[in-house]
């Protein structure tokens, strides 16, 4: 599922709000996030994610106010998100390597959210669930 484009989005949110994973672990989670994919081109594409207790409210294309209405804007390659959609890699563990980058919001506030992150992403892997 490409994160990043219309009918990827649309599919996202709509398996993030099917999902009782997700429901639960954001269950206390209220956030606004600018997720970003760099490109080698540099015509970057945006995606724009605002969860409110255990749903996603709302899922688009990012623009450009975006970056400042966000909590936290993440930006990583289009390998490192299909990465981190389908679980080769953490989110921590692409932060250590430098692979993804928190450009605005506090790491701090992440933390608590970890697990719902995790589902978040989770829920953006279209293939059968046995394969999580």
Known sequence: MDLFSMPGIAAWQQRLNSSERFAEAAKSWSGKLLLIEKTDAGADRTTWVVVGDG??????SGSGPDHADADFV???????????????????????????????????????????????????????????
């Open 55 to 60: 749903r996603c409210v709302e899922a688009r």
């Open 74 to 132: 993440l930006s990583a390659n289009a390998d490192t998100w299909s990465d981190l959609v389908t679980a080769r890699t953490t989110p921590a563990t692409a932060a250590l390597l430098g692979r993804l980058h928190l450009l605005k919001g506090d790491v701090m506030a992440l933390i608590p959210h970890a697990k719902a992150a995790a589902e978040l992403l989770a829920a953006a892997d279209a293939s059968p669930p046995a394969k999580r």
